[in-house]
């Protein structure tokens, strides 16, 4: 009897474990499987794939779709891309926003919602991160996934002890090797996230860019955040873009990067070609460390009062407070950024692109 009884312990555990086991395996199957899902206007023309510019990411998770709206009459092409970092929720929902509400009369326009998929694919669970956010609409809630600001290790491994960026031989951190935005201008055969980059820069190329945007979110104690951070070519045209926008009361900063800083994409983008690249960093508390629970209402409301009181003792580096900054706030910010800057280039050229 004494020996039945620890056996059925033994199987008793056994099952709880196991049951435990299937609950997180169906959360990470969902978390690596499940994709975003939204409804582009009726602008959209095609939808591609990087693989269409590098080879070497077919049949690959890394083979993000790409998505290209046109009106029909020649014009300028403009670029939106966001998922450099798939924990950065607002840029990502910018782009489905734009991509659901886009109406064209010249040009065209090409989206690339989620750049790093394998970034998407995995969450941030040491981080106490929600899988996902719901927000509400006049048909319901609708829900998207939160990833990761590094590309998962499952698809790219191991990390050097040492990330040597290529081509610069700049010496980074080993986690640096899956960060999309130090990995440019890529390697077409070379590491995942080297291959992304590739594409990406190829896909600018090949399709004459003439305005590109990767679109980010910056913690409230980031030094770098309301801004355009643009290479020196660019700089006229954010510095007027940014003028009209405070006219507005949207406030953007500018910053112009250095030509030493290699890899990232506001440098590497426009280099050798005549792109005029931006990438938009707008405030967000969801990935600070010093913040109340992780939940989603963060990502959505992004208000946090442990923030909002080491805001008012002057630890942040904008200002902050119990309102915070919500998904609306955010995403406006980042299209209100697009917008401008593509009125602003019309008036820079002779000839509106």
Not at 63 to 90: C, I, K, Q, R
Not at 197 to 218: C, P, T
Not at 237 to 242: G, M, N, R, V
Request: glycine share 8%.
């Amino acid at each position: 009897m004494k020996v039945n009884k620890v056996l059925f312990r033994k199987i008793l555990i056994l099952l709880l474990f196991t049951v435990i086991t299937v609950i997180a395996g169906i959360e990470f199957w969902q978390i690596r499987n499940l994709h975003d899902s939204f409804f582009p206007s009726d602008c959209l023309v095609k939808v591609g794939r990087l693989s269409d510019y590098n080879v070497f990411l077919k049949g690959t998770d890394c083979d993000a779709p790409v998505y290209f709206f046109d009106s029909g009459v020649e014009g300028g092409t403009l670029f939106v891309m966001s998922g450099t970092h798939p924990n950065e929720s607002g840029a990502i929902l910018s782009s489905y926003l734009l991509m659901e509400n886009l109406k064209l009369e010249k040009g065209r326009v090409i989206v690339l919602p989620v750049a790093n998929m394998i970034a998407s694919s995995t969450g941030l669970p040491g981080f106490a991160y929600p899988a996902s956010y719901t927000i509400k609409t006049a048909n319901g809630g609708r829900s998207f996934k939160v990833g990761s600001r590094l590309s998962s290790p499952l698809d790219q491994w191991p990390d050097p002890l040492v990330f040597i960026q290529y081509p610069s031989n700049t010496k980074l951190c080993y986690e640096d090797s899956r960060n999309l935005n130090r990995s440019y201008p890529g390697r077409a055969n070379g590491r995942m996230v080297e291959r992304v980059g590739a594409a990406i820069m190829d896909l600018i190329r090949n399709e004459h860019v003439d305005y590109a945007f990767d679109l980010h979110e910056a913690s409230i104690t980031y030094p770098t955040n309301n801004a355009f951070i643009v290479p020196e070519k660019t700089a006229d045209l954010a510095f007027w873009s940014s003028m009209i926008l405070a006219e507005e009361d949207v406030d953007f900063n500018v910053e112009i990067s250095s030509e030493n800083l290699r890899g990232f994409s506001h440098q590497e983008w426009g280099r050798d070609n005549e792109t005029d690249p931006f990438l938009v960093e707008v405030p967000t508390p969801f990935i600070d460390r010093i913040t109340g629970p992780m939940v989603d209402s963060l990502i959505v409301e992004g208000a946090d009062e442990f923030l909002a009181r080491m805001a008012s003792k002057g630890f942040s580096t904008i200002s902050y407070d119990n309102d915070g900054f919500s998904l609306d706030y955010r995403c406006g910010k980042h299209l209100s950024a697009i917008s401008e800057v593509v009125s602003a280039g019309n008036s820079f050229h002779d000839e509106a692109r």
